[in-house]
């Protein structure tokens, strides 16, 4: 007889729900409304996790509000886009107006296409602010399409209003920023302002931009204590309406920075910095193409590898440059291995350069393995194809500029157009620009000087001319002690149209000594044009803590010109570089024509020269 088997029918429990909102169990975002309800989903000092199952077209919310704009701000959420598109996103929320409002936690793998933000407050279309000073935030891997930003307050911005203890890597923006604010606007085409701890790695932008105020920045507008950009770059259409002053950069408006360090940024061609103020006398304003302005005590700016392509019209601006518009106070900086290309032009302004308009007192500066290719067009003075003027501390060293330095005024050089107040150092540099001054005091590698200058290895060989006066091959005119030893003028000609024998003279090294000084070892091209009515082209002596000679006509010391010795009517450049013992692994002697020499490529962060 079979056995019949007896089981137990005791009730089977389900499986107790998992949490929502974990790392294991994300809410899952699908629709548009369930977008629009993420604030309602996350929590105050607890971490969140929400992904994206979906794009999702916004276009039917029409009162977005960010998932953390009530304060404290302290939600904290982990937002995953899982490569999706959000598209169609309009916010105008009276507080915060972004995605985020405040994003603390972290931000990865999202697209937004088609955003459109207006605020009177900080805001982005990411957020109004990332990160906070007690938590970190991570924003990567997001890309921002067609997108546009309009703010009549502070911190505009494509991305974000500002940034603090950010880690923000692969972001990109593209669109429109307009900025209404008429003061301190710290607006940017990605960033309003960068603070401290944030990291910006591989992020670019691609923007229009207007703004009425000042502090704007292709990339950011303002930089304060410690931030450092790595790979990123810039192209931006920049058009200020500013009316009074101005800080307008292609990468940076104004680093106002403890420490900044910019490696391997760009700011790419067919970026543009017009003033379209209106103004018609000048102002305390100022144009750079990759830094507007960096003015504050105890700054440290480094930069290495990093570049700026940029046309710059500063208008009635004072400042003005296709890389840094001016550096000052006792701050420090560091550039190497980078360039500047394309045009500035200033309409009223002094100061206006390649590389930097103005180094003002107290500041120390050091380039090396530098150039600035382009024009460089001023109405003012202190003009010149790397530095405007300096009266800070400056070293120089293996650097150059080409294409056209002219000015309707004075002080205007091929790499500097004066240095007053504090020392100059320069080695190991040339400038091929040619050099056109309606004032006095040009030359082609420095206009005037009126501290002590120490040059040594280098070269000119574009023409200068000077309507007035003092028109040299190398430097238009010492002040104090200096010294020019081993240079070369290479310049077919060298010319200027003084109207008396009183004022200052030419010539083919050093247009005018007013001290003692050491000009020895300096060769002039052996068919050099010179023209000056009062002198002629003869070889000199070296000098040795002494004076050039005095010409016959005068007793006045802004007449003692050094001409240098005449080189061999077979010479070239290179041979002559090579006679004066000029270092073989600096210069390129093996690729150059009879009248060009270059500098050969340098340093870590390799630029093509």
């Known amino acids: 007889m079979a056995t019949l088997a007896i089981f137990s029918c005791e009730k089977i429990k389900p499986e107790p729900e998992k949490e929502k909102g974990t790392e294991e169990t994300p809410y899952v975002i699908t629709t548009a409304e369930e977008l629009a309800k993420v604030g309602e989903l996350i929590k105050v000092d607890t971490l969140v996790y929400v992904e994206l199952g979906a794009d999702i077209d916004m276009t039917a919310v029409k009162d977005f509000v960010p998932f953390n704009a009530v304060a404290p701000y302290k939600k904290q959420i982990h937002f995953d886009g899982k490569g999706h598109t959000v598209s169609n996103l309009t916010c105008g929320h009276e507080k915060y107006p972004s995605l985020f409002g405040v994003l603390i936690g972290t931000c990865q793998n999202l697209n937004i296409d088609n955003a459109n933000i207006t605020a009177n407050g900080s805001c982005g279309v990411i957020a109004a602010t990332v990160g906070s000073a007690d938590e970190s935030t991570t924003l990567e891997n997001v890309t921002i399409t067609n997108s546009k930003v309009t703010n009549d307050a502070q911190f505009a911005a494509g991305v974000c209003g500002t940034a603090v203890n950010a880690k923000v890597k692969n972001v990109s923006f593209q669109g429109t920023v307009i900025s209404n604010f008429t003061q301190e606007a710290k607006a940017g085409g990605f960033v309003g302002q960068a603070e401290d701890m944030t990291t910006f790695e591989n992020c670019s932008v691609d923007v229009r931009f207007a703004g009425r105020g000042t502090d704007l920045g292709g990339f950011a507008g303002k930089v304060i204590e410690n931030v450092k950009f790595t790979s990123c770059q810039s192209k931006a259409e920049i058009v200020s309406y500013a009316a009074q002053k101005n800080r307008v950069g292609g990468f940076i408006g104004w680093n106002s920075s403890e420490k900044t360090v910019l490696k391997d940024c760009h700011v790419l061609a067919g970026t543009t910095l017009t003033d379209k103020s209106g103004r018609t006398e000048s102002s305390n304003g100022n144009y750079g193409g990759f830094i507007g302005f960096g003015d504050t005590t105890g700054t440290v700016l480094e930069i290495s590898g990093c570049s700026a392509d940029v046309n710059v019209d500063g208008g009635v601006s004072a400042y003005n440059s296709t890389f840094i518009s001016y550096l000052g106070y006792a701050s420090s900086t560091s550039i190497k291995n980078s360039y500047a290309k394309g045009k500035v032009f200033s309409k009223t302004g002094n100061y206006t350069a390649g590389l930097i308009g103005c180094i003002n007192k107290d500041a120390a500066v050091s380039i090396s393995g530098c150039y600035f290719k382009g024009d460089v067009e001023a109405t003012g003075g202190y003009v010149g194809g790397l530095v405007g003027g300096t009266s800070g501390k400056l070293t120089l060293t293996k650097s150059y500029s080409e294409g056209t330095v002219s000015a309707m005024s004075a002080y205007v050089g091929g790499l500097i157009g004066a240095s007053m107040n504090d020392a100059v150092t320069i080695t190991n540099c040339f400038s091929t620009s040619k050099i056109h001054a309606r004032g006095q005091q040009c030359g082609g590698l420095v206009g005037t000087t ?160």
Request: hydrophobic letters at 35%.
């Open 450 to 609: 009126t501290n002590k200058l120490t040059m040594s290895n280098c070269y000119a060989s574009g023409d200068v001319y000077s309507g007035t006066s003092g028109a040299a091959g190398l430097v238009g005119r010492v002040q104090r002690s200096s010294s020019i030893v081993n240079c070369i003028a290479w310049n077919k000609n060298v010319a200027s149209s003084r109207s008396a024998n009183n004022v200052y003279a030419s010539g083919a090294i050093l247009g005018c000594a007013q001290e003692k000084g050491t000009y020895k070892g300096c060769i002039r091209r052996y068919d050099m044009v010179y023209t000056d009515d009062f002198l002629t082209l003869e070889d000199h002596e070296d000098c040795e803590n002494a004076m050039p000679p005095l010409p016959s006509y005068s007793t006045a010391t802004h007449q003692q010109a050094y001409h240098g010795k005449a080189a061999a009517a077979d010479a070239t450049l290179a041979s002559v570089a090579k006679s004066l013992g000029w270092d073989e692994t600096v210069w390129d002697f093996s690729s150059s024509s009879a009248n060009e020499m270059t500098i050969k490529k340098l340093g870590d962060n390799k630029v093509e020269f």
